[in-house]
């Protein structure tokens, strides 16, 4: 989910939670005949669900930065982008030069006796591959 979604479900969630609130209490000074399980339903019960359903939400529009470990301050901040949320990926190549006999290596030109090991067409020495960051 986009930034921007994730926004916007926050800001719909803070509605709902803050309508809720006000409009409970305000449905308190509203009412004609007041008895005690009006006056509490409209000043704890009303505001408490209009809580959980904005707190629903708002973590409905961040599922996607929780599932990836990015919870944070109201799951936005803390979240990663993409680029920094792939793995590093490396490829192994042959040194540029035999540590033997001194000559060029390159990868067409190579004998391969290991998945990590090369041998120099000229000398025949065994080297080691060199990993590098793609």
Not at 3 to 9: D, E, F, Q, T, V
Not at 38 to 61: A, D, Q
Not at 79 to 103: L, V, W
Request: contains cysteine; negative net charge; hydrophobic residues 45%.
């Amino acid at each position: 989910m986009s930034s921007g979604k994730r926004i916007a479900s926050m800001i719909i969630g803070m509605i709902v939670m803050i309508g809720g609130f006000f409009g409970g209490f305000m449905q308190f000074f509203w009412m004609e005949d007041m008895n005690f399980g009006t006056i509490l339903f409209y000043v704890m019960v009303v505001p408490m669900i209009s809580f959980l359903v904005g707190i629903g939400i708002i973590l409905y529009g961040m599922k996607d930065g929780i599932s990836k470990g990015g919870f944070g301050m109201f799951g936005m901040m803390g979240a990663h982008t993409d680029s920094e949320q792939k793995e590093k990926t490396y490829i192994h190549e042959p040194p540029r030069f035999c540590s033997d006999c001194g000559a060029t290596l390159s990868s067409e030109g190579i004998e391969w006796v290991g998945p990590l090991t090369v041998k120099c067409p000229y000398c025949g020495a065994t080297h080691a591959t060199e990993k590098r960051e793609v």
